[in-house]
């Protein structure tokens, strides 16, 4: 089994930073993509970044040059440095690892106020 565990969530002014952590547990290997999603109110889940074996890095053009996706594969946690941020990243962001079949966080809460 795998678990996955987000925080570091919270509430923010417009422009400024927040760092999300996601420590994940159980049958976990490097070879396998973790990554971040985000769900706003009344919107489907949306990918944020993923972040692939060989370190290879996917972010969504909302989010590039403004967010980094880094990967502690000795942790095995994934973080997500989030600056430069804006009222339309207000959301829950889910911590995501995929092996057969994808595993979610509870989700931590970011609100960005203008």
């Known amino acids: 089994q795998v678990q996955l565990v987000e925080s570091g969530g919270g509430l923010v002014q417009a422009g400024g930073s927040l760092r999300l952590s996601c420590v994940a547990s159980g049958n976990i290997f490097s070879r396998n993509a973790m990554g971040w999603y985000r769900q706003a109110p009344g919107k489907q889940r949306e990918l944020v970044a993923t972040?692939?074996?060989?370190?290879?890095?996917n972010y969504a053009d909302s989010v590039k040059g403004r967010f980094t996706i880094i990967r502690d594969y000795a942790k095995n946690t994934v973080y997500l440095q989030m600056n430069s941020l804006k009222p339309e990243d207000t959301a829950v962001y889910y911590c995501?690892?995929?092996?057969?079949?994808?595993?979610w966080g509870q989700g931590t809460q970011v609100t960005v106020s203008s």
């Open positions: 972040i692939a074996s060989s370190s290879s890095t």
């Open positions: 995501y690892y995929y092996r057969t079949r994808a595993y």
